[in-house]
């Protein structure tokens, strides 16, 4: 019913907040910063078909960025790409593929 969809709702919130929070870090003072991402990632969710993300595809995008950090002289920045997808690997589960693929839509925003 309506009070169900309403706690549902209440709760995606509540889970795009902690998602902004641990991922791009803006602190909590600059709401506006922080409302546009946490929209984003609503409006993703929503629009998502949440067919099974092609994991391979996402291993290919993560490997594009890594080799496009080190072509523009962001060494550190792919190395330190490199050292979490390496941390991650031993940790992942079947919603691996579809976590990184929400994080790269968001890098590409």
Do not use: K, W, Y
Not at 10 to 28: C, M, N, R, T, Y
């Amino acid at each position: 019913g309506p009070l169900g969809s309403m706690a549902f709702l209440a709760q995606l919130g509540a889970l795009a907040d902690d998602l902004v929070s641990a991922i791009v870090g803006i602190p909590e003072d600059q709401t506006t910063q922080r409302d546009a991402c946490r929209d984003f990632v609503l409006r993703s969710l929503r629009h998502h078909n949440f067919g099974r993300t092609n994991q391979f595809e996402v291993q290919d995008r993560l490997n594009g960025l890594e080799e496009r950090f080190s072509i523009v002289g962001r060494d550190a920045l792919a190395d330190a790409l490199r050292t979490r997808l390496d941390a991650l690997e031993p940790h992942q589960n079947q919603f691996t593929p579809e976590l990184l693929h929400l994080l790269l839509e968001l890098a590409d925003q």
